[in-house]
């Protein structure tokens, strides 16, 4: 006696075929059984030059630092950024979108005046940001001379991204954009003052860049991105105009009916009160904001936030729930000792939502802690849930692994109610056969280090077919996040 036939749901051969021959097609629904990985990409927004080719305010595809200079100009604020990004690696699909100047707007100025006369020879060394420029000094020379030769100095680096000219020993410097953010590029002279001394009997005072006004717009960037995801976003500006245009870029893109998880990093200088003052305005989870101390470390803001979220998008990449902490920015000066943030400055930063750096004993800028702008719920209440940017890139990461897993899953499944007891080989799924496949992706989760407690998630999961359309199983995961292992706290209670 013949038992019950399989009735298999081929997803390719018809029913009905009459012709003789061995037909095989393919199902890859059951092919993967651990987590999809994520794909990552880079966006740079930048300020661009006239020289720059990229096609403005339009994605465009660079593939290393040589790709940066030509995409956004020598000399641009873009082609700084890329620089940094490429600084930290060079294996994330990295895309640019180069942002043309404000017409309306003034470039910043600053002035190096040269007075006395050295009485003995030696080397100026002014640094522009954390770029050296260096002109040769004898006793026989008047600031005028060394004037002119150092705004030369400035004009033969063609990397900088400022211009110089010089007039009766005043040098002025002249940012190639226009714009409020080389407001923020410090000039310093002797970065290391053991080895460098301005030349006895020369005198030379520094007014810093200031003047630059009206920045670009990246409303029409934003327009232009598309559906692309892009998981790292990196803002040069930081303005509370575009800031503003890129939280609600970002809300749209991480709600569920689009799913583009991305954050964006972006610099910020002043002092406690001024960034403090400015976080307060801001209270999104989509947006983390470098912090350097004014007068501190001489970089330009904009290359703090090209190396911190590039080591952000790299390393997160490779674990999303592992503390960014102690992870150095490559290449970046730290600020002098008695220019740093104290322990209780940064904490208080922190808690307006701004992420800090330290200094490690190598000299190194290294995170500290990398949270977001997030600080308050809807109520006004103190609300930690969103604070780190590791909670962020778990959650972008368990939401791409669980629309993998159902679409790999069940691709053009019939569903049902639990206890249907179709034929072997039917594509159909109940909801219990839905909430076995999610349980199985939590303990793959566990396994990867990115929750915790299986037992509560177990008990949490609900997954129930909707009351009201017969198409659709509503589920509500409850994952238990790792956390962080951030401070260790201990009280040696001794005795004698």
Same mark, same amino acid.
Request: charged share 15%; hydrophobic share 40%; with cysteine.
């Given at each position: =006696?013949?038992?019950?036939?399989?009735?298999?749901?081929?997803?390719?051969?018809?029913v009905?075929?009459?012709?003789?021959?061995?037909?095989?097609?393919f199902?890859?629904?059951?092919?993967?059984?651990?987590?999809?990985?994520?794909?990552?990409?880079?966006?740079?927004?930048a300020?661009?030059?006239?020289?720059?080719?990229?096609?403005a305010?339009t994605?465009?595809?660079?593939?290393?630092?040589?790709?940066?200079?030509?995409?956004?100009?020598?000399?641009?604020?873009?082609?700084?950024?890329?620089?940094?990004?490429?600084?930290?690696?060079?294996?994330?699909?990295?895309?640019?979108?180069?942002?043309?100047? #404000?017409?309306?707007?003034?470039?910043?100025?600053?002035?190096?005046?040269?007075?006395?006369?050295?009485?003995?020879?030696?080397?100026l #060394?002014?640094?522009?940001?954390?770029?050296?420029?260096?002109?040769?000094?004898?006793?026989?020379?008047?600031?005028?001379?060394?004037?002119?030769?150092?705004?030369?100095?400035?004009?033969?680096?063609?990397? /900088?991204?400022?211009?110089a000219?010089?007039?009766?020993?005043?040098?002025?410097?002249t940012a190639?954009?226009?714009?409020?953010?080389? #407001?923020? %590029? =410090?000039?310093?002279?002797?970065?290391?003052?053991?080895?460098?001394?301005?030349p006895?009997g /020369?005198?030379?005072?520094?007014?810093?860049?200031s003047?630059?006004?009206?920045?670009?717009?990246?409303?029409t960037?934003?327009?232009?991105?598309?559906?692309?995801q892009?998981?790292?976003?990196?803002?040069?500006?930081?303005?509370?105009?575009?800031?503003?245009?890129?939280?609600?870029e /970002?809300? #749209?893109?991480?709600?569920?009916?689009?799913q583009?998880?991305g954050?964006?990093?972006i610099?910020?200088?002043?002092?406690?009160?001024? %960034?403090?003052?400015a976080?307060?305005?801001?209270?999104?989870?989509?947006?983390?904001?470098?912090?350097c101390?004014?007068?501190?470390e001489?970089?330009p803001?904009?290359e703090?936030?090209a190396?911190?979220?590039?080591t952000?998008?790299?390393?997160l990449?490779?674990?999303?729930?592992?503390?960014?902490?102690?992870?150095?920015?490559?290449?970046?000066?730290?600020?002098p000792?008695?220019?740093?943030?104290?322990?209780?400055?940064?904490?208080?930063?922190l808690?307006?939502g701004?992420?800090t750096? $330290? $200094?490690?004993?190598?000299?190194?800028?290294?995170?500290?802690?990398?949270?977001?702008?997030?600080?308050?719920?809807a109520?006004?209440?103190?609300?930690?849930?969103?604070?780190?940017?590791?909670? =962020?890139?778990?959650l972008?990461?368990?939401?791409?692994?669980?629309?993998?897993?159902?679409?790999?899953?069940?691709?053009?499944?019939?569903?049902?109610?639990?206890?249907?007891?179709?034929?072997?080989g039917?594509?159909l799924?109940?909801?219990q056969?839905?909430r076995?496949e %999610?349980?199985?992706?939590?303990?793959?989760?566990?396994?990867?280090?990115?929750?915790?407690?299986?037992?509560?998630?177990?008990?949490d999961?609900?997954?129930?077919?909707?009351?009201?359309? $017969?198409?659709?199983?509503?589920?509500?995961?409850?994952?238990?996040?790792?956390?962080?292992?951030?401070?260790?706290?201990a009280?040696?209670q001794?005795? %004698?």
């Open positions: =006696m013949m038992g019950a036939a399989a009735s298999i749901s081929f997803n390719q051969i018809p009905n075929l009459l012709t003789p021959g061995q037909y095989v097609e199902d890859n629904s059951k092919a993967i059984n651990a987590p999809v990985n994520m794909p990552q990409r880079i966006l740079l927004i300020q661009s030059l006239a020289t720059g080719i990229a096609p305010n994605p465009y595809q660079i593939s290393g630092k040589d790709g940066g200079v030509a995409a956004f100009g020598r000399g641009s604020i873009g082609a700084s950024m890329v620089g940094s990004i490429f600084d930290v690696t060079d294996t994330i699909e990295t895309w640019v979108v180069a942002v043309p100047d #404000n017409g309306a707007g003034t470039a910043a100025t600053g002035t190096v005046t040269i007075t006395g006369a050295a009485t003995q020879g030696g080397t #060394n002014l640094y522009i940001g954390e770029d050296l420029v260096q002109v040769a000094v004898s006793t026989t020379d008047t600031p005028t001379t060394i004037a002119t030769a150092l705004a030369a100095a400035i004009n033969a680096n063609p990397d /900088l991204v400022v211009t000219t010089s007039n009766v020993g005043v040098v002025t410097v190639r954009h226009k714009g409020t953010l080389t #407001n923020d %590029l =410090m000039m310093q002279l002797n970065y290391y003052p053991l080895i460098q001394q301005t006895a /020369l005198g030379v005072a520094l007014a810093q860049l003047g630059g006004t009206a920045d670009p717009s990246i409303a960037a934003l327009s232009n991105i598309g559906a692309t892009y998981n790292n976003i990196i803002m040069a500006f930081n303005d509370a105009p575009n800031q503003a245009l890129m939280e609600t /970002l809300n #749209n893109r991480w709600g569920p009916l689009l583009n998880d954050h964006c990093h610099g910020l200088r002043g002092t406690v009160g001024s %960034l403090n003052s976080l307060s305005a801001r209270n999104n989870s989509h947006i983390t904001t470098w912090t101390e004014t007068g501190g001489p970089g803001v904009w703090k936030a190396l911190a979220g590039a952000a998008a790299y390393y990449a490779i674990d999303p729930a592992r503390p960014l902490q102690t992870l150095a920015l490559p290449n970046r000066l730290p600020a000792a008695n220019k740093r943030f104290t322990r209780a400055e940064r904490n208080n930063i808690s307006y701004g992420a750096t $330290v $200094v490690d004993n190598g000299g190194n800028v290294v995170i500290e802690r990398a949270v977001t702008n997030y600080k308050t719920n109520a006004g209440l103190v609300d930690p849930s969103y604070r780190d940017v590791e909670t =962020m890139y778990t972008s990461l368990m939401r791409y692994q669980v629309r993998a897993r159902i679409a790999q899953r069940f691709p053009r499944y019939k569903l049902a109610n639990d206890g249907t007891q179709a034929a072997p039917q594509a799924v109940t909801p056969d839905i076995a %999610l349980i199985a992706l939590a303990l793959d989760w566990v396994d990867a280090g990115l929750m915790e407690d299986i037992d509560q998630f177990k008990s999961l609900l997954v129930a077919r909707n009351g009201s359309d $017969v198409n659709r199983v509503d589920v509500r995961l409850p994952p238990n996040l790792v956390n962080q292992f951030r401070i260790f706290a009280q040696i001794f005795r %004698l």
